[in-house]
């Protein structure tokens, strides 16, 4: 369908746009920004009026919950939270049931995402058989099945000659390893160790738990030269460590979750477990080191770290509740306070969530507007005031540490492929 976008504010961090201007949308590409052709006559025209025009955001971190909950129809509503949200390419982790070890089971899921036609989705396969850190994934075959990468979600691989083997057998052919740094034995607690854990009586995760997998990890890629994405980092000291590795040129790159940029341990309260999360919540340090970081360009991208729980699993005391929290619908919202509110300005805040994260992926057309491109946007009205209520979301996932917040902008329209697929 042809489309008109009037009156909006473009704002493309990939080409440092920031203009008014229209932008003309045909056949699932962008026509033209500005000086649309004459001979253009639109079938849609949306008024973006006082709204800023910005690549759909490329989100890191989202699980799907398929393969696993077909009969929950968690497909349909996850991709429709991820709509909703502005978000028009996911990256979704193995650790579904069944696991993604297996190239039909990739084939599968891509081929039910792509039937939706919403968002596009680039999965994660298994590092190793069933995410038990003892076989080799057949890599190749689930990189002919569309997968982007290899991970070992939030499971630890303890065993560093198996992961040593994954590392230099990744670099060979190319592939880049996702790995979220947690020793296994260290990790084993349900909050941040410290003054809030020990008065609390909760097990804590102390930030060795990170730094001592980090260490670990960085060392295997300065004897692999393997490629490695580290998952959401959530520490000073590991902020340390991930600026000097990328000092050195090692080729490492990182994301932060939207619950340890805007939150700290002490906003799980009283035992509340929407704040059960994994990596646990840390101090104050911690959370302004993780700013500053995507700030400079150490942390490279802001992820939602969406993970449906559901309401059985979370209703119970807190260390015997399930981690995880809905973020689909949040992440833009919380990206542009934290632009406004660390200084690092509006094209930061969308860049991490567009461009930043795109060129992690190698996904050359996602995370941009640009004339010819593929035209994955969304319209998004930056002043528009709203309470994040839990059962509005449209994530059958309704927990969240956000929830009754008041947060400012949300998408009006979010287009994949030129499709109106919301608003």
């Known amino acids: 369908m042809r489309t008109l976008i009037t009156n909006g504010r473009i704002i493309d961090p990939a080409t440092a746009l920031d203009k008014q201007a229209d932008v003309a949308i045909a056949d699932g590409k962008v026509l033209a920004i500005g000086g649309t052709p004459a001979d253009f006559n639109p079938e849609r025209?949306?008024?973006?009026?006082?709204?800023?025009?910005?690549?759909?955001?490329?989100?890191?971190?989202?699980?799907?919950?398929?393969?696993?909950?077909e009969h929950e129809r968690m497909l349909e509503s996850e991709m429709a939270a991820a709509a909703a949200g502005g978000v028009t390419s996911l990256v979704c982790p193995p650790d579904t049931d069944p696991i993604l070890d297996e190239p039909g089971l990739v084939e599968m899921l891509k081929f039910r995402a792509e039937k939706m036609q919403s968002a596009r989705l680039f999965p994660l396969g298994a590092l190793t058989r069933g995410?038990?850190?003892?076989?080799?994934?057949?890599?190749?075959e689930l990189t002919e099945a569309g997968c982007i990468g290899f991970s070992q979600a939030d499971v630890p691989l303890s065993n560093t000659q198996v992961l040593q083997r994954a590392l230099l057998y990744a670099s060979t052919f190319g592939?880049?390893?996702?790995?979220?740094?947690?020793d296994r034995d260290l990790g084993q607690g349900v909050a941040a160790s410290g003054p809030l854990a020990t008065r609390l009586g909760l097990s804590g995760v102390p930030v060795a738990a990170e730094t001592i997998a980090l260490f670990t990890i960085i060392e295997l890629?300065?004897?692999?030269?393997?490629?490695?994405?580290?998952?959401?980092?959530?520490?000073?000291?590991g902020v340390a460590l991930v600026r000097a590795a990328k000092s050195e040129g090692l080729p490492l790159t990182c994301d932060l979750s939207i619950n340890s940029l805007h939150l700290v341990d002490t906003d799980i309260?009283?035992?509340?477990?929407?704040?059960?999360?994994?990596?646990?919540?840390?101090q104050q340090r911690d959370r302004d080191a993780l700013s500053a970081a995507l700030a400079d360009g150490t942390i490279d991208a802001l992820?939602?770290?969406?993970?449906?729980?559901e309401?059985?699993?979370?209703?119970?005391?807190?260390?015997?509740?399930?981690?995880?929290?809905?973020?689909?619908?949040?992440?833009?919202p919380l990206a542009l306070q934290w632009g406004e509110r660390s200084g690092a300005g509006l094209l930061r805040a969308i860049e991490v969530v567009t461009a930043a994260p795109a060129r992690l992926l190698g996904a050359t057309e996602a995370g941009r507007l640009t004339p010819g491109g593929v035209a994955d946007l969304c319209i998004v009205d930056p002043a528009l005031e709203w309470q994040?209520?839990?059962e509005a979301l449209r994530s059958q996932g309704k927990h969240t540490p956000f929830g009754g917040y008041a947060l400012r902008g949300k998408p009006r329209h979010t287009l994949v492929g030129g499709r109106l697929v919301h608003g």
């Open 221 to 237: 890629m300065r004897a692999t030269g393997a490629r490695v994405h580290v998952c959401r980092l959530s520490s000073a000291p």
């Open 388 to 390: 994040v209520l839990p």
């Open 175 to 182: 592939y880049t390893v996702w790995l979220r740094p947690q």
């Open 303 to 309: 992820v939602s770290d969406h993970t449906p729980v």
């Open 269 to 282: 309260g009283y035992f509340d477990s929407r704040a059960r999360l994994n990596p646990p919540l840390r």
């Open 131 to 140: 995410l038990k850190g003892e076989v080799l994934t057949e890599m190749a």
């Open 45 to 69: 025209t949306l008024d973006a009026q006082g709204c800023l025009i910005v690549p759909g955001l490329v989100d890191l971190a989202a699980r799907l919950r398929e393969p696993g909950y």
């Open 311 to 332: 309401v059985d699993a979370k209703t119970l005391p807190f260390a015997e509740s399930e981690p995880g929290a809905t973020g689909l619908e949040l992440l833009l």
